[in-house]
């Protein structure tokens, strides 16, 4: 099966809990940059993890997240790169 490329791209969040991107069976997909700003008058806490679906605060454990209340402060941005590798399994 040829690998196909997607550029992923939500808007503004403003809710505790989003599902941002659910996979689809059989599929296996690599992220490799996450950027995050906040461009309000306070600093915000992200979590972002792979949990089964519903609301994070139920399925998404500890070991699953990838950031765990990280905090950002106000008018900053966060970067990732790197890998990281979610199999629809």
Request: no cysteine; charged share 10%.
């Given at each position: 099966m040829?690998?196909?490329?997607k550029?992923f791209?939500n ?9 941002l991107?659910?996979v689809?069976?059989?599929?296996t997909?690599v992220?490799?940059?996450i950027?995050?700003s ?18 994070a605060a ?10 765990d209340a990280?905090?950002i402060p106000?008018?900053?941005?966060y ?10 399994d």
């Open positions: 040829a690998e196909t490329m550029r791209h808007g503004l969040i403003d809710a505790t809990v989003e599902n991107f659910q689809t069976t059989n599929h997909y992220i490799r940059h950027h995050i906040n461009p309000t008058g306070a600093a915000v806490t992200v979590t972002i993890g792979q949990g089964t679906s519903g609301t139920t399925n998404d454990t500890l070991a699953n997240r990838f950031l990280f905090s106000s008018g900053n941005t970067d990732w790169s790197g890998v990281w590798v979610i199999n629809s």
